[in-house]
């Protein structure tokens, strides 16, 4: 029987469920300029443009459901014994919506985060940057994502994750942006199986043990099925 899983989702995950992903055809990344909208310097810039551009990706997170992948992850770590652990770069709560936990390494949307005294609440639906933090009172409120430039959340618990997987999982993952896909080294270094799930072989392929190709909604409850039967 397998032993611990560690399980790293991607935007590919979420595809599916009407959310778009960054670098494909028509991705985010190539209609809205991420220095301008995910990076410290572009809300600096223009706060108002930052916050319609996350209050957008809020509104169609909100109205999103989770699709056959998610609820796959979720049976499996109900039901595998010795452990599965999901990290996920999406700042979407499918995984939750799933009944699944996640460790969100990338932030949620549904968070807010004050730039003054880092005080977090529940985000309102739409964000301003006159928006007033609720401890400290000063208009100096952003979306709790973690943007280019800026270290990425709770990595010593991911990393210690990886050091006891027995097997690694990267589903729906370009592998262009780091730590994130360096995990598949850190984890094979650690002794771990690593395989790729994704519809097309991302950035990083070549460091994986095996890879299968296809949609999520397909490929991923079909692998949860043979895990589960081991
Ligand atoms: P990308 O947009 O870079 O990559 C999406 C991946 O999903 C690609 O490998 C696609 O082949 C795959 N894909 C697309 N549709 C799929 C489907 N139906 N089933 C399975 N796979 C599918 O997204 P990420 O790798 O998640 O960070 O991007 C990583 C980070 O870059 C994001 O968290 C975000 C972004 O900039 C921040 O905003 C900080």
Same mark, same amino acid.
């Given at each position: 029987?397998? +032993? ?7 935007? +590919? ?48 997170? @909100? ?36 009944? @699944? ?5 990338? +932030? ?71 730590? @994130? ?40 409850? @079909? ?8």
């Amino acid at each position: 029987m397998t +032993g611990p899983i560690v399980i790293l989702t991607g935007a +590919g995950i979420s595809a599916e469920s009407g959310l778009g992903t960054f670098r494909d055809k028509d991705g985010l990344w190539t209609r809205y300029p991420l220095e301008d909208v995910a990076t410290p310097e572009g809300f600096a810039r223009n706060p108002a443009l930052v916050h319609a551009f996350y209050n957008a990706r809020r509104a169609n997170a @909100a109205g999103a459901k989770p699709n056959a992948a998610h609820h796959a992850l979720a049976r499996l770590q109900r039901e595998h014994t010795a452990g599965v652990v999901i990290v996920t770069q999406n700042v979407d709560g499918l995984h939750e919506a799933a009944g @699944a936990e996640a460790i969100h390494m990338h +932030g949620e949307l549904s968070r807010a985060l004050c730039a003054t005294c880092e005080a977090r609440w529940d985000a309102p639906l739409v964000m301003s940057p006159t928006g007033r933090c609720p401890e400290c009172g000063k208009a100096a409120t952003r979306p709790d994502i973690v943007w280019f430039g800026e270290f990425p959340y709770h990595m010593e618990r991911i990393w210690e994750e990886l050091r006891k997987a027995d097997l690694f999982v990267a589903i729906g993952t370009s592998g262009n942006v780091y730590p @994130a896909a360096a995990f598949v080294q850190d984890a094979s270094r650690a002794g771990a199986e690593t395989l790729e799930l994704n519809l097309e072989a991302s950035a990083v392929i070549s460091d994986f043990d095996d890879a299968r190709f296809g949609p999520a909604s397909e490929i991923v409850p @079909a692998w949860v099925e043979e895990i589960l039967g081991k």
